[in-house]
């Protein structure tokens, strides 16, 4: 009995013994068959191009196997070469009626702040809206669920980043069954703002940021508001940052711009559209070539409004054709694509590839009809978006057809499952890895490290991949040497702030420092900002030099040699043949600092035998005596001057020079106002650069009797006072549009009136005729609106004898010179005072009939900058 159960137990242990072992071997052979196929063991370069094939969605679920398959996906140099591959998969939102288990709501998952703590909706509540894509391959279409929910439009999408403007109470949801359009603006009594949402879909990334300024929305006008604000999201390579910019109108009507950067995520004011260049925001703002791209209206048009992501300054593009109803903008490529219908069969696409003198060049020409004989000829096909650089989708009603440009083929698109419908609208997107976050790149360590594996794998098949990573270790060092090299202790941005402090003769000498500080004073753009940051002077001529007039040190460091204007103009081959000239009659150039009421009066130590006959932004036009009717545009800080074509001849006393700039298109332009031997009014203007002159329409006759006070630039236009005395009115130019209109006065002006221009605005001073003792400044803000609004007023100016003669840029001051001795007064607004301003060194004040407003700055009317003499 006793054996028999020993044999019994023994049978049982061994037989569990053989189960542990067999156990065992199974564990061991599949660790031997995990082992020859562990992730360590596929080299990063061959990981790296298998990768690139992988859709998106299986991409990211790869980044969990391991953490050298997580690094390599989200490392720079992948990132980047995965999404410029991907192809355009556009959004459009979408109701479900039906409860959705385990949707992503976008609201939900931000983790609300402080001021929105709290929605009044769930993720599967009536009012949110599913993000959907349509995807199309080998000419079949499906539209995807992507899950995700949220309860405000997309309104922009730039390399596969959305931006989303949540809201607290969706006006659709209250008021209306009207579905929501992916353009819907932000704005309503029955809508409350919340926040800006950045995201990617695909990676479920998400950043909130703080809403801009709300534009004005008249009550009960919310489905107008679609006109009265802009979104667009664009990346800037340059600061390698991802842009928010924000156009809308203010309470006056004017279009104004402001930028979010998603580094600093705080809003920051930016110039806007010049007025009127932008009537409509009815269409979302197309990204293209480092700028965002307006068109200003439905149709039609003849240009795009386009904002630099890097510079973040407006430019107007002309279009190579008319814009209308049915064509589009479209990045296709990289590239902005213009494509204009030209007949309900025939489309034409253009391309623009970069800004600036870039022109468009015709790509394509389309015949649709004649491919695709069975499409409707009584409907235009209106383009969608491009699925990449080869292959164009256009729209018609709710079907969609696909143009091959490589086969010049057109086929329809099928739609798998559920089809478009008619008022659905397209956002174009690409899903990849965008981000916002800096990502890391490989360092040359990993990429040794590759090289190692690859020479330890060896074999011809890897010899190109070893060269390619030694040539980009290579690269990498040295972008590091240079980098170390061209370190300065200060960043350009914070030089540049300094300079622009400097006073002009200080920054000019700060040329000579470094190359780094040259290049920085050179720019135009830097240049542009110091005279628009620089008070104005008054600018006057003199028949005799400073050291003969006026006693005591000069003011300033002065140079030892003058610098004659027409010995310059003069070739040395022709000097002995120079024109006959009393040198008595030279003139010498100086302008008079007016700063806490104290007067200096320097020179440029110019001389020359014209008169100066106008000035505008730094520069000053000069009568060329070496040429009869001749002109000679001068900048007398860099010294820069050229001789103009000679005009029409005209007699001094009935004619007028002006000269202004045109920022429309970037020119200066000399204006030459007269009257003819019959005293008919003429006008002929030319364009600086240009050979001739051309004539324009001229003010009617009888407009304009006298030519003696000097026409005012400002808001736009050239303004004239007609006449001596009794002025009810003036005569303007407009500087882009090239024609004459009158603008009457609050008042009628007499003959010690003066209009001015006064920080930006056109203002008229004129005398109260009830109240000897005061003067009254009126302004017109703009040309649209002839609407004087009083400013200002001001008193002790000794009745009648006060001619104002220019206003300040900043601090709300007016320069008047007293008729009887040519004295000059200040009135300072702020201090409601007026005083006499002293000179210094006991210097005497010029005669006031040769008063001259300028401003001294390095501009050059050639656009590539200034250059200094």
């Excluded at 390698?240 to 279009?255: E, P, S």
């Excluded at 490589?406 to 890895?433: D, K, Q, V, W, Y």
């Excluded at 040359?444 to 690859?454: F, L, T």
């Excluded at 060194?841 to 050639?862: A, M």
């Amino acid at each position: 009995m006793r054996t028999k159960r020993k044999s019994l137990i023994e049978e049982r242990y061994y037989k569990i013994k053989r189960a542990n072992m067999s156990f065992i071997s199974m564990v061991e052979e599949r660790v031997a068959k995990l082992q020859y196929s562990l992730v360590p063991y596929f080299p990063n370069d061959l990981m790296f191009r298998i990768f690139l094939l992988l859709p998106i969605k299986s991409l990211l679920r790869v980044t969990c196997v391991c953490k050298t398959w997580y690094k390599l996906i989200n490392c720079a140099e992948f990132v980047e070469a995965y999404n410029s591959q991907a192809q355009t998969t556009p959004i459009l939102l979408r109701r479900v009626n039906h409860e959705r288990p385990n949707i992503f709501h976008v609201e939900t998952e931000l983790n609300q702040s402080e001021n929105f703590s709290i929605f009044p909706f769930s993720s599967s509540g009536s009012s949110s809206k599913f993000i959907h894509f349509l995807e199309i391959e080998e000419s079949k279409g499906r539209i995807t669920d992507s899950n995700i929910s949220s309860s405000g439009p997309v309104v922009a999408a730039s390399n596969g980043l959305i931006l989303i403007i949540s809201l607290y109470r969706p006006y659709w949801t209250m008021s209306s069954r009207r579905r929501p359009r992916l353009d819907w603006p932000l704005i309503g009594n029955d809508r409350k703002a919340g926040r800006l949402i950045v995201m990617n879909p695909m990676t479920r990334k998400f950043i909130g940021l703080p809403l801009g300024t709300l534009p004005c929305t008249p009550a009960n006008h919310v489905h107008e508001s679609i006109n009265n604000e802009s979104y667009g999201l664009v990346f800037s390579h340059s600061k390698k940052a991802y842009k928010v910019v924000h156009l809308f109108k203010d309470k006056l009507g004017f279009i104004a711009c402001e930028i979010l950067s998603l580094q600093a995520r705080s809003w920051k004011a930016v110039d806007g559209p010049s007025e009127g260049l932008l009537r409509q925001f009815g269409r979302a703002p197309v990204s293209a070539i480092g700028a965002l791209h307006w068109i200003p209206e439905y149709s039609p048009s003849d240009y795009i409004v386009s904002m630099g992501a890097d510079d973040e300054k407006f430019t107007v593009t002309e279009l190579p054709k008319t814009l209308g109803i049915h064509d589009r903008l479209i990045e296709m490529g990289g590239f902005l694509s213009f494509v204009a219908s030209l007949d309900k069969g025939h489309i034409e696409v253009w391309i623009l590839k970069g800004l600036g003198r870039v022109e468009w060049v015709k790509q394509h020409s389309i015949h649709i009809d004649a491919i695709l004989g069975h499409v409707d000829n009584e409907e235009f096909s209106v383009p969608a978006f491009a699925l990449n650089a080869k292959e164009m989708v256009f729209r018609r009603r709710k079907q969609l057809y696909s143009y091959d440009f490589e086969h010049e083929e057109i086929r329809e698109i099928e739609m798998e499952g559920a089809p478009i419908t008619a008022h659905e609208s397209f956002l174009p997107h690409s899903n990849n890895l965008a981000t916002w976050e800096p990502l890391e790149r490989m360092s040359i360590e990993v990429m040794m490290m590759m090289m190692m594996m690859m020479a330890k794998s060896g074999g011809k098949k890897n010899s190109n991949l070893t060269r390619i990573v030694q040539e980009r270790a290579k690269m990498k060092a040295a972008e590091e040497e240079e980098k170390k090299k061209k370190q300065f202790p200060l960043t350009q941005d914070c030089v540049s702030c300094i300079l622009l402090r400097l006073p002009i003769d200080s920054l000019q000498r700060s040329t000579c420092v470094c190359k780094l500080w040259h290049r920085l004073i050179h720019n135009p753009a830097l240049i542009q900002s110091h005279a628009d940051r620089s008070e104005a002077v008054i600018l006057f001529q003199t028949s005799a030099p400073r050291s003969i007039l006026y006693s005591g040190p000069p003011a300033g460091k002065q140079q030892q040699a003058g610098f004659s204007v027409e010995d310059r103009l003069i070739e040395p081959s022709n000097f002995f043949n120079r024109p006959d000239i009393r040198p008595w009659s030279k003139l010498y150039i100086h302008f008079l600092e007016i700063s806490n009421g104290k007067g200096v009066i320097k020179d440029f130590n110019i001389s020359c035998f014209g008169k100066i006959v106008a000035s505008c932004n730094g520069l000053i036009l000069l009568e060329n005596q070496l040429k009869t009717g001749g002109l000679i545009l001068m900048n007398p800080v860099t010294r820069q001057l050229v001789a103009l074509p000679v005009g029409t001849i005209s007699v001094s006393s009935k004619r007028s020079y002006a000269i202004v700039f045109d920022s429309s298109t970037a020119e200066y332009k000399v204006v030459h106002l007269f009257h003819d031997g019959y005293d008919y009014p003429c006008c002929e203007i030319l364009v600086v650069g240009a050979r001739s002159w051309k004539m324009v329409d001229p003010p009617s006759y009888g407009l304009i009797s006298w030519f003696g006070y000097k026409p005012v630039s400002a808001i736009g236009a050239l303004h004239w006072l007609p006449h001596i005395d009794h002025n009810d009115y003036i005569v303007s130019m407009e500087t882009g549009e090239e024609k004459f209109k009158t603008i009457k006065l609050p008042k009628s002006g007499r003959t010690r009136d003066r209009i001015l221009e006064m920080g930006g605005f056109l203002c008229f001073a004129t005398h109260e005729e009830m109240e000897i003792d005061r003067i009254d400044i009126w302004a017109l803000k703009n040309l649209s609106d002839e609407n004087w609004t009083k400013i200002h007023y001001a008193r002790g100016c000794s009745g009648l004898e006060m001619i104002p003669t220019f206003g300040s840029r900043f601090g709300g001051k007016i320069i008047f010179t007293r008729d009887e001795d040519s004295t000059l007064y200040v009135y300072d607004f702020q201090l409601i005072s007026m005083s006499k301003i002293e000179m210094r060194n006991k210097e005497r004040c010029p005669s006031g009939d040769s008063y001259l407003p300028h401003v001294n700055s390095l501009v050059s009317w050639e656009k590539g900058g200034s250059k200094i003499d």
